[in-house]
């Protein structure tokens, strides 16, 4: 069993920056992949970025460029940076990891981007 608790998110004009964080109850990110999903309204949930145990990333073709994963294994913690936010980034922003078949997910975070 695992907790997840996002932060960071917030009303942001268009061109801004911003970063999520998720924070896990205890130290998975050193064995198991971390993941940032989002959900715009009305929309499916995406996956947008991953980070692997050995800090190896990919992105959704949607934010490559503009989103960079990270992570501190040593404070349980996966980092999400949005860069040159556009309206369509509108959207929840869920944190997750998937630990021997089961799917963990955080309460997500609103990104707003609006002028």
């Known amino acids: 069993q695992v907790q997840l608790v996002e932060s960071g998110g917030g009303l942001v004009q268009p061109g801004g920056s911003l970063t999520l964080s998720c924070t896990a109850s205890?130290?998975?990110?050193?064995?198991?992949?971390g993941n940032w999903y989002r959900q715009a309204p009305g929309q499916e949930r995406e996956l947008v970025a991953t980070?692997?145990?050995?800090?190896?990333?990919t992105y959704a073709d949607s934010v490559k460029g503009r989103f960079t994963i990270s992570k501190n294994d040593a404070k349980n913690m996966v980092f999400l940076q949005i860069n040159a936010l556009q309206p369509e980034d509108t959207a929840v922003y869920y944190c997750?990891?998937?630990?021997?078949?089961?799917?963990?997910w955080g309460q997500g975070t609103q990104v707003t981007v609006s002028a």
């Open positions: 205890r130290s998975i990110f050193t064995v198991f992949y």
């Open positions: 980070i692997t145990d050995r800090g190896t990333t």
């Open positions: 997750n990891t998937k630990i021997n078949g089961n799917q963990y």
